[in-house]
């Protein structure tokens, strides 16, 4: 029953239930004026609300009198927005970079620009989540800033040669229900591997660990299929182009998989990991990476996380004077911890060894312009975050970063073993 009836039945019951006392008793003839007012209004509360009520049953959006709906699409029903802005100053205690006189975050994967201000990302994402009635949704992650030229993607054209923008993810997702169901993307995605991810607010830390940049891919091409294990955990398989590709440059085909198992509570265990050909024109020649996670919380306010990486990758380069190749080969373990001393303010740290055995994933010169044999990294940081509002953080950190060999820019006359930066963050999450 609808509001204007409820209104109508509540004017004749007054009317039908007082009509008799006032029709004998002609003391009431100033009140039957009252009444017949109080009925005029009712009536043009009815029209009103009628009229309300066909206004707003064409399902638009915020409509007014004479202005047209704003109607989505059936197919976006339940369409979902989010998203992030993310700014930081970063200071480097290096005096300059030898032969141009800039300063630069060496070994680092998106705070690479030291002493200034510097718009990193800002990202929008759409999402249509699956439904009873439809089975069948979409993501997509626009990226602008600072940060889509790192995580640019071979083929697509965007966020590369310095381009500020880049299509993160474009995937489109399906269930079937086969078991406990059986969940599909089909599309661009980012990697299964990694303790850390792209978008900084999902992150512990405000710079990326060496893992993260160097020992495996950021975003992939392809299909995956996922089965959950119950209370267990999950099971994820799937085909991809490659490392960081749209268009495949070669003919072969990349594996990639995922174990996750939550065998007690508070403890979750994750293995990762890819093969295949990676190199332009090579189908014989693999890269593969296993990547192992483990997160345990031991009380509410502790958190610790621990991840290690190995990675492999034959046919680099031609042995001289043998008709064979070279291998190279990668390892790291980062440790991680968090703890949260109130609702809003957390301290978070990160120890980290990273060996790029043939100087094959940082590629780093010297001071003579040649590349390191080998190299091991090493670098611990220090964070404090506040939770300024619903959707605001600010971070601080310190980082100190060290290496067996001179790799870091230290002033105009050469290199150093070491590096130290300073940053604050500040990030709108909605």
Not at 284 to 295: E, F, K, M, Q, Y
Request: glycine residues 12%; negative net charge.
């Amino acid at each position: 029953m609808n509001a204007r009836y409820v209104a109508g039945l509540v004017a004749g019951c007054m009317l039908a239930a007082g009509s008799p006392v006032w029709a004998d008793d002609p003391s009431m003839d100033g009140d039957k004026a009252e009444i017949q007012m109080l009925k005029s209004r009712l009536e043009k509360l009815e029209k009103r609300m009628a009229q309300s009520e066909m206004s707003g049953s064409s399902g638009g959006i915020g409509q007014k009198a004479g202005l047209p709906t704003l109607e989505l699409p059936s197919g976006l029903a339940g369409l979902q927005m989010s998203g992030y802005a993310d700014v930081s100053y970063i200071y480097n205690f290096a005096e300059s970079d030898p032969g141009s006189g800039s300063r630069t975050n060496r070994t680092r994967v998106f705070d690479t620009e030291p002493n200034g201000f510097t718009p990193h990302a800002f990202e929008l994402v759409l999402e249509k989540p699956e439904t009873d009635e439809m089975p069948v949704g979409f993501r997509t992650d626009l990226l602008i800033g600072d940060d889509a030229p790192v995580i640019g993607s071979t083929g697509l054209g965007l966020g590369a040669a310095g381009d500020e923008f880049e299509l993160q993810q474009l995937y489109i997702t399906a269930n079937a229900p086969v078991g406990d169901g059986i969940d599909f993307k089909v599309g661009k995605f980012v990697t299964l591997l990694g303790a850390e991810v792209i978008e900084s607010p999902a992150n512990w830390n405000f710079s990326r660990s060496y893992l993260f940049g160097f020992a495996i891919p950021f975003t992939h091409t392809g299909a995956l299929a996922t089965y959950p294990l119950g209370e267990f955990g999950s099971v994820t398989a799937g085909i991809v182009n490659g490392w960081d590709i749209v268009d495949d440059n070669n003919k072969g085909k990349s594996l990639i998989g995922n174990l996750t198992l939550t065998p007690m509570e508070g403890l979750t265990l994750s293995a990762n990991g890819i093969t295949g050909a990676e190199r332009t024109g090579d189908n014989r020649n693999d890269r593969s990476v296993i990547d192992l996670i483990a997160t345990y919380q031991p009380m509410e306010k502790l958190t610790l996380m621990a991840n290690y990486d190995f990675g492999h990758e034959s046919g680099l380069v031609q042995g001289a004077g043998t008709a064979g190749f070279d291998s190279a080969e990668w390892q790291g373990l980062a440790l991680y911890a968090k703890y949260d001393l109130t609702d809003t303010w957390s301290l978070a740290s990160r120890a980290e060894w990273f060996d790029d055995k043939d100087s094959v994933r940082t590629a780093l010169t010297g001071r003579d312009g040649g590349t390191f044999d080998d190299v091991d990294f090493y670098e611990v940081t220090f964070t404090s975050q506040w939770k300024l509002h619903e959707h605001v953080l600010a971070r601080l950190e310190y980082r100190h970063d060290k290496a067996d060999e001179d790799v870091f820019f230290h002033d105009a006359a050469g290199f150093i073993n070491y590096q130290d930066t300073v940053a604050a963050e500040l990030i709108y999450h909605f």
